[in-house]
């Protein structure tokens, strides 16, 4: 036997170990995503939004979205975020430097003006150039602020986070559309714990087909564009069945940027969003538990299960691939940093659970499909292959990766109803099948992309995605 056929033998026994540990914690995170669900509405009216909702004394919160030449839909999505049912709220909308007129657009439909504002840098931003608010009564609770780019969202968000005045605040992104509860909703677990609570996400769902009136979802519906109907899956999957899980051992790492609520104090303590990463949204919430393990205080990162929030998602190859190059690159870099937390003892769950988990399963494995496709591919042109013992293997994976996805689709569709017909229940339920041999591969891709211009340290780029905006009914 060669050396390269005991390499060969070597991956293969790798594999069957690896994929063996794959589907065992992934069968784990399912147990748990059941408990954290069922735990969840066993306790959901425990406090009842109601009473949040009509109360003079409940915790203010600030919703920060900053805004980068978003004059399309800049008026509209600021009505949206304007309409929550909360008594104490208010909107803090940051003009990243735009270069068209979605300042002069917000000016003009909001009758602002510049006002002098006790501006604290609590969090290092690009230069703020002013502050804004409504001559409008009705517009009180909105607060624009101007400032010069800085490149990242990140910074947009840490000026937003420096200027809002309540304890904690929504992150999220101006072109998102909210459910009118969203506040009360995310809430609620910073009130009814009696450890304190840093962070609370939701679900976040594909807005591309669906339909919107007065700045609120009228119907949902299934997208019919290609990439979105698989990003529909992978949301639905990510959110309800990964997320939930994690939140059930109070191991959660990531609360996506979309939609986040967060302990204002404990954020700017760990520095708020550092703007050279692009994964943000898993660096913040890493630094804020290594500060909270350091401290030694108990914390918890909380996760609905229900959606509040709709996005606008890539609909075309090239704007999907360097989406998910950029997550992939995000990764990497994240997990790199931090990586001082991996099995260190001072860090707890965060160290011995949740990190390993990222580096071994969300990192690994699109590196160990990659090498295995190479190995494939290796041993058809040179080694004797058993055929059939290997459509047996990936028949196998095919179906658990399946089934978890199906198993996802109709815990959503029992609890939420999200769709608007049977014939898009089941055009979402063939998809499931497709996903695999289509869609994953592109993924997969992506984050081999991202990776690689990590480790030759290529020039950060966000990258623009031009918005078509949200079909809207009257």
Not at 148 to 172: E, L, M, Q
Not at 455 to 473: E, S
Request: aromatic share 14%.
């Amino acid at each position: 036997m060669n050396l390269l056929e005991k390499i060969i033998n070597g991956f293969e026994i790798f594999g069957v170990f690896y994929a063996s540990a794959y589907i065992t914690v992934y069968l784990i995170l399912g147990i748990l995503a059941y408990q954290a669900i069922k735990k969840y509405y066993r306790s959901k009216y425990f406090l009842n939004k109601k009473v949040l909702i009509k109360s003079n004394h409940t915790v203010g919160v600030s919703i920060v979205a900053p805004a980068y030449n978003e004059s399309t839909t800049i008026v509209y999505n600021v009505k949206s975020l304007l309409s929550q049912e909360y008594p104490k709220f208010e909107v803090v909308i940051i003009n990243d430097g735009s270069t068209d007129d979605t300042l002069q657009k917000l000016i003009i439909e909001f009758s602002l003006v510049k006002v002098n504002f006790f501006y604290q840098e609590k969090i290092v931003t690009q230069p703020v150039k002013g502050h804004y608010r409504s001559t409008n009564p009705v517009y009180s609770k909105l607060l624009v602020v101007d400032k010069k780019n800085g490149g990242s969202k990140a910074d947009g968000s840490n000026a937003g986070i420096n200027s809002a005045k309540y304890p904690i605040f929504i992150c999220t992104d101006v072109d998102c559309i909210l459910r009118k509860d969203t506040i009360s909703t995310l809430v609620k677990p910073f009130i009814e714990n009696t450890e304190k609570v840093i962070a609370s996400g939701a679900m976040i769902r594909i807005s591309n087909a669906c339909e919107f009136k007065d700045g609120m979802l009228y119907k949902s519906h299934f997208p019919t564009n290609f990439f979105a109907r698989f990003q529909e899956l992978e949301y639905i999957r990510s959110y309800l069945y990964g997320r939930m899980a994690w939140t059930q051992i109070n191991s959660l790492l990531l609360v996506s940027g979309g939609l986040g609520m967060f302990h204002t104090e404990t954020a700017i303590e760990a520095g708020g969003y550092w703007h050279k990463s692009l994964g943000e949204d898993l660096d913040l919430i890493l630094r804020m538990r290594q500060l909270m393990h350091l401290k030694n205080e108990e914390f918890l990162v909380k996760y609905v299960p229900e959606t509040l929030c709709w996005t606008e998602v890539p609909s075309t190859l090239p704007v999907f691939i360097r989406q998910r190059t950029r997550w992939g690159r995000g990764l990497i870099q994240t997990l790199n940093i931090h990586k001082h937390i991996m099995f260190n003892p001072k860090y707890g769950r965060t160290g011995s659970i949740a990190f390993p988990y990222f580096v071994f399963f969300e990192l690994a494995v699109p590196i160990i499909e990659m090498l295995g496709i190479i190995v494939l591919v290796i041993n058809i042109f040179y080694f004797d292959i058993d055929f059939g013992t290997m459509m047996y293997v990936a028949l196998a994976v095919y179906l658990f990766y399946a089934s978890i996805t199906l198993l996802s689709v109709l815990v959503d569709q029992l609890f939420y109803k999200h769709y608007a017909s049977v014939k898009e229940m089941l055009s979402l339920i063939l998809t499931v099948f497709i996903e695999p041999i289509v869609y994953h591969p592109l993924n997969v891709f992506a984050s081999i992309k991202g990776y690689i211009h990590y480790l030759v340290n290529k020039k950060q780029k966000w990258g623009v995605m031009v918005r078509k905006g949200f079909k809207t009914v009257k």
